[in-house]
């Protein structure tokens, strides 16, 4: 059985202020991917990121980066100055080697503040 | 070009009705997937098809039933409209087992209400 854990429902951060948003999951597979998409009020699932289970480097692109440590079982992502146009839900997402299915957490609403 | 399209994108109707929604991807992907995202927007899997063959099927009721005419395509009935049934319908797609750039894509999402 896999599971995701995002504990934090709600974050609300001014504008430019780092945030970072926490993400757990659980499986007993040694093969697994991890995901974060982003869904902007529009309503539209972006994907922003995969990682395997045998990658723990850590991935920076812009504003956005991650940390990927399989000691905790979690991969955090965190938004550098973050802007206006960051506040969306944010969903990470765990998929089993060899399993087809996107096993979601319960997302994090991220609101910047002008 | 848009990749993964589902029509309607707003759906109105009355509890007891029966109801689809369409989904069409041009990726060229052999898999293909419903999930469901309710008002607190939890995203759970409904179906998934590889290439028209149903091989994902969660605890759905038996009035949701979906239909692959080829792989391409993936439909979604639902009969006998409940009120519950409300919620954003998301269909997926992606390359079945291409683990090194495993994606799924999905579509812009059907806003289903009932009433």
């Known amino acids: 059985a896999q599971k995701v854990t995002q504990a934090q429902t709600e974050i609300s951060v001014v504008e430019k202020e780092d945030v970072t948003l926490d993400c757990v999951y659980e499986?007993?597979?040694?093969?697994?991917?991890l995901f974060w998409y982003k869904q902007p009020p529009s309503g539209e699932l972006v994907f922003l990121i995969r990682?395997?289970?045998?990658?723990?480097q850590n991935e920076i692109s812009g504003r956005y980066s991650w940390n990927f440590q399989k000691s905790t079982s979690s991969f955090n992502f965190t938004i550098t100055a973050s802007q206006v146009v960051d506040s969306a839900v944010y969903f990470c997402a765990l998929n089993l080697d060899g399993n087809e299915k996107l096993t979601f957490g319960t997302g994090t609403r991220l609101t910047i503040i002008p | 070009d848009t990749a993964v399209s589902q029509t309607p994108k707003y759906l109105v109707t009355q509890m007891g009705n029966d109801k689809s929604i369409k989904c069409e991807q041009n990726l060229g992907h052999d898999t293909m997937y419903w999930y469901k995202q309710d008002s607190k927007k939890f995203l759970k899997i409904m179906f998934s098809?590889?290439?028209?063959?149903?091989?994902i099927n969660e605890t759905v009721p038996n009035r949701f039933s979906p239909k692959s005419p080829d792989k391409a395509h993936l439909n979604l009935h639902i009969n006998s409209l409940e009120l519950g049934d409300s919620a954003v319908y998301f269909c997926a797609s992606s390359q079945y087992l291409l683990r090194e750039n495993y994606e799924q894509y999905f579509g812009p999402g059907t806003r289903l209400t009932v009433t």
């Open positions: 098809y590889n290439n028209k063959e149903l091989i």
């Open positions: 499986t007993r597979d040694t093969t697994y991917y």
């Open positions: 990682r395997n289970s045998f990658d723990e």
